[in-house]
């Protein structure tokens, strides 16, 4: 069992649309919690951090069930420059090691 | 201004061979990483390091290693190349460790691709 699990999708939806993913982590030791973005063919970069009382960034929510090890993404009206793929990512040890999940992309249509 | 740069972007070479790929941040950070991402998409950390402490994912094999020659580079060496080494490796920095939220910036990746 992979230590971070993401559906890999691919989430298809038209421009406007609410779209939400889901991850779940297996390491009940895991510390932090953040989303990242990866564009085709470029380099991951940070979207959110995940705290445990949930936090919003303007379009995007972000939730953490610690006693579920679960996480999640909201996305609300979605853009065409939204279309990435959204990887679910986590921490539990020294060295402040990422943990990536496979992410799951998403495709905004017009 | 490039936050973390990575040379070569693009390599290619023969199995068997020994390659270096290098890595800069002008952020002044203190640890540095490297990842691989293979064919699958699949993100996986390698190493990370500061001046204190080189910490190794215990899958990497030993034909892969770190060198650092001061705070702002980390440099990646592989002996031996082999077929399953093709992947995009990508360099990464953070600031202090000790702080678990603290967002890694990545370079623009290098693909090598091993014949």
């Known amino acids: 069992r992979k230590e971070v699990e993401q559906d890999p999708g691919p989430f298809n939806v038209p421009e406007g649309a609410t779209v939400a993913f889901n991850c779940t982590y297996s390491n009940s030791a895991s510390q932090s919690f953040f989303w990242y973005r990866q564009d085709c063919r470029k380099e991951p970069k940070l979207l959110m951090s995940v705290y445990s009382s949930g936090n919003e960034d303007g379009r995007f929510t972000a939730q953490l069930n610690r006693a579920s090890q679960y996480i999640s993404l909201l996305i609300r009206d979605s853009k065409l420059s939204d279309s990435a793929t959204y990887l679910c990512v986590v921490t539990h040890n020294a060295g402040n090691m990422l943990t990536f999940g496979g992410g799951t992309r998403l495709m905004v249509k017009p | 201004d490039t936050a973390v740069s990575q040379t070569p972007k693009y390599l290619v070479t023969q199995m068997g061979n020994d390659k270096s790929i290098k890595c800069e941040q002008n952020l002044g950070h203190d640890t540095m990483y490297w990842y691989k991402q293979d064919s699958k998409k699949f993100l996986k950390i390698m190493f990370s390091?500061?001046?204190?402490?080189?910490?190794i994912n215990e899958t990497v094999p030993n034909r892969f290693s770190p060198k650092s020659p001061d705070k702002a580079h980390l440099n990646l060496h592989i002996n031996s190349l082999e077929l399953g080494d093709s992947a995009v490796y990508f360099c990464?920095?953070?600031?202090?460790?000790?702080?678990?939220?603290?967002?890694?910036?990545f370079g623009p990746g290098t693909r090598l691709t091993v014949l």
């Open positions: 990464a920095s953070s600031q202090d460790p000790a702080f678990s939220y603290n967002e890694q910036f």
């Open positions: 390091y500061n001046n204190k402490e080189l910490i």
